[in-house]
Nanobody, 120 residues
Framework: QVQLVESGGGLVQPGGSLRLSCAASGSIFSINFMGWYRQAPGKQRELVALITSGGGTPYADSVKGRFTISRDNAKNTVYLQMNSLKPEDTAVYYC??????????????WGQGTQVTVSS
């Protein structure tokens, strides 16, 4: 019904930048929120940032001031601009969305994940 397709991961040196994208497609009536989680080896998946339909943008404390989340509503796409990257940002980044399929019916979806590695 709904697919989330991520792109933009890769290898970057400390202090560098990357931009992740996540496009939602399928039977979408509206989107309540979209955002990003990440999971490093041996650690639990954690919230990085979300953007809500009302424009709210909660961020993890560890990324505030370095990462910026934005969206293109016409394209059902969310972006994560990551600056001043640190080795501890290394993780698989997952797109996550809460989508209204039709009135009264919502679903939560995950992307397949994209690897971000910060290393010299």
């Amino acid at each position: 019904q709904v697919q989330l397709v991520e792109s933009g991961g890769g290898l970057v040196q400390p202090g560098g930048s990357l931009r992740l994208s996540c496009a939602a497609s399928g039977s979408i009536f509206s989107i309540n929120f979209m955002g990003w989680y990440r999971q490093a080896p041996g650690k639990q998946r954690e919230l990085v940032a979300l953007i809500t339909s009302g424009g709210g943008t909660p961020y993890a404390d560890s990324v505030k001031g370095r990462f910026t989340i934005s969206r293109d509503n016409a394209k059902n796409t969310v972006y994560l601009q990551m600056n001043s990257l640190k080795p501890e940002d290394t993780a698989v980044y997952y797109c996550h969305a809460d989508i209204v399929l039709r009135l009264g019916v919502t679903g939560r979806y995950w992307g397949q994940g994209t690897q971000v590695t910060v290393s010299s």
